[in-house]
């Protein structure tokens, strides 16, 4: 964690308010462990009386919590757009999973945009080594589905995080769960289609990552939206397959099989 010394003036008010900006920013993430006391006040170049009042400050506003004996964490709820029961019921819906690849597909194309802007040298390390993981996953005959979703959903949050867009980023780790099960099931169904879904999703990856690193903008919101929009178009012939079975299945009772099968029979002996 890279910190800057804090001045004299104003010590707690200023820690805070470098605390508040790191958390922010996303340098300090939902669940993160802060350093230990003595090392941060060494760290800003504070006393730690000063620090432990920043801290009680941050805590009571809700964005620190305090463990006994276990030291000082970012709160994990913060951010958070969906509670842990309205993420249950959504995931049990297709047509909400639907209405979450349109809400992504606005989010990660205005997110890609930015990126291809913003995006710094340590940004787009980051983003290569998200990337090169996903391609990773691709490549494995031994990787499951879950590691690929994970993976994917990394990747598209290192995107978020390049954009330097406070509230674009929290709205994608808000929604990192939701979206990291969205992505899980997206693999899941499509992944199992056919190798061409397969090869299409990689290289859709592949031109988005491209066009951000090189900083074409435009063409990143592009790639990006094309890449949501194919998700949405696969699950969606999917999703009336499924029906289409299902509305089949419900036409074949158990009496009318047997009615079938002794027609058969006595049409066989017939003839």
Same mark, same amino acid.
């Given at each position: ?27 300090? !993430? ?98 290569? &080594? ?29 995107? &978020? ?87 089949? !299945? ?7 099989? &047997? ?13």
């Amino acid at each position: 964690m890279n910190t800057g010394r804090i001045s004299p003036r104003r010590l707690a008010d200023s820690i805070v308010e470098e605390l508040e900006k790191m958390i922010l920013e996303g340098t300090l !993430q939902p669940g993160e462990r802060l350093p230990a006391e003595r090392a941060l006040a060494e760290k800003f170049g504070v006393s730690r009386p000063s620090l432990r009042e920043a801290v009680h400050r941050l805590a009571t506003k809700g964005l620190l919590i305090s463990r006994q004996g276990g030291g000082h964490f970012v709160s994990e709820s913060l951010g958070t757009s969906f509670t842990d029961p309205l993420i249950t019921l959504l995931e049990g819906h297709p047509d909400a999973q639907r209405d979450l690849l349109e809400y992504r597909r606005t989010l990660e194309a205005d997110c890609a945009y930015y990126a291809a802007l913003r995006a710094t040298t340590i940004d787009k390390t980051h983003l290569k &080594a998200a990337y090169e993981t996903l391609q990773a996953c691709y490549a494995s005959e031994s990787g499951g589905l879950n590691e690929e979703g994970a993976a994917d959903a990394r990747f598209h949050l290192a995107i &978020a995080e390049a954009s330097h867009n406070a509230i674009l980023l929290h709205t994608i780790r808000g929604l990192f769960s939701l979206l990291k099960t969205n992505v899980v099931a997206n693999i899941g169904g499509m992944y199992a289609r056919e190798k061409q879904t397969r090869s299409e999703l990689m290289e859709q990856h592949r031109l988005l990552f491209e066009a951000i690193i090189e900083g074409r903008a435009e063409d990143a919101r592009h790639f990006a939206g094309q890449h949501i929009q194919y998700a949405q178009q696969v699950l969606s012939e999917q999703l009336e397959n499924h029906r289409r079975l299902e509305r089949s !299945q419900r036409r074949i009772r158990p009496d009318k099989t &047997a009615t079938d099968s002794m027609t058969a029979s006595e049409a066989g002996k017939m003839g």
